[in-house]
Antibody, heavy 122, light 108 residues
Framework: EVQLVESGGGLVQPGGSLKLSCAAS????????MNWVRQAPGKGLEWIGR??????????TYGASVRGRFTISRDDAMNTAFLQMNSLKTEDSAMYYC?????????????WGQGTLVTVSS | QSALTQPPSTSAAPGQRVTISCSGT????????VSWYQQFPGAAPKLLIY???KRPSGIPDRFSGSKSGTSATLGITGLQTGDEADYYC?????????FGGGTRLTVL
């Protein structure tokens, strides 16, 4: 059974940093493209970015709103993906989901974690 | 503002059929495939449809998807009260992923 479990959320002050983790199990993590998606309270889904596998040189891509502040990484030995968030703003407050992306004719998100809540407030 | 446009809400009676639209451009939907996600309050999203019309294992055939030009449509037949949820379309435009703004489905 595929499982994605996020952790590391919490309360952080504006301008601060936080690192989220996503522990994966039930599939070959090293070959998977892992993404992060967030959802502000009462709002829609926003894609943050992705990291590909070592076959694709761990290439990363980010959404415009977080580019330059957020960094996605992975540790295949630990079956874990990470989201390092710096220079946090109040508008970064959201539930953060880790997702696995699979490819058929194009990418889609076939498995999601339960999310971890990040609150940016003074 | 989302790159993909969905109606904010829709409603229908139990047993009826409902469709949810997702409108994009020639460089988004018009040039790729669309997936759909269902999200209940307080829960993570779940994949409903990928590659415009394909259903993952376990998704009932009451759910269907289609695409024409720069628009995609999610269809749900035999509506049940348990289908009340938010529905999101999404697509990969070659460099980034975009979601629609979401549609809240109310089953009256």
């Amino acid at each position: 059974e595929v499982q994605l479990v996020e952790s590391g959320g919490g309360l952080v002050q504006p301008g601060g940093s936080l690192k989220l983790s996503c522990a994966a199990s039930g599939f070959t993590f090293s070959g998977a493209a892992m993404n992060w998606v967030r959802q502000a309270p009462g709002k829609g889904l926003e894609w943050i970015g992705r990291i590909r596998s070592d076959l694709h040189n761990y290439a990363t891509t980010y959404g415009a709103s977080v580019r330059g502040r957020f960094t996605i990484s992975r540790d295949d030995a630990m079956n874990t993906a990470f989201l390092q968030m710096n220079s946090l703003k109040t508008e970064d407050s959201a539930m953060y989901y880790c997702t696995r992306a699979s490819y058929s004719n194009t990418w889609f998100f076939d498995y999601w974690g339960q999310g971890t809540l990040v609150t940016v407030s003074s | 503002q989302s790159a993909l446009t969905q109606p904010p809400s829709t409603s229908a009676a139990p047993g009826q059929r409902v469709t949810i639209s997702c409108s994009g451009t020639s460089s988004s939907i018009g040039n790729t495939f669309v997936s759909w996600y269902q999200q209940f309050p307080g829960a993570a999203p779940k994949l409903l449809i990928y590659d415009n019309y394909k259903r993952p294992s376990g998704i009932p055939d009451r759910f269907s998807g289609s695409k024409s030009g720069t628009s995609a449509t999610l269809g749900i037949t035999g509506l049940q009260t348990g289908d009340e949820a938010d529905y999101y379309c999404g697509s990969w435009d070659g460099s980034t992923w975009v979601f629609g703004g979401g549609t809240r489905l109310t089953v009256l």
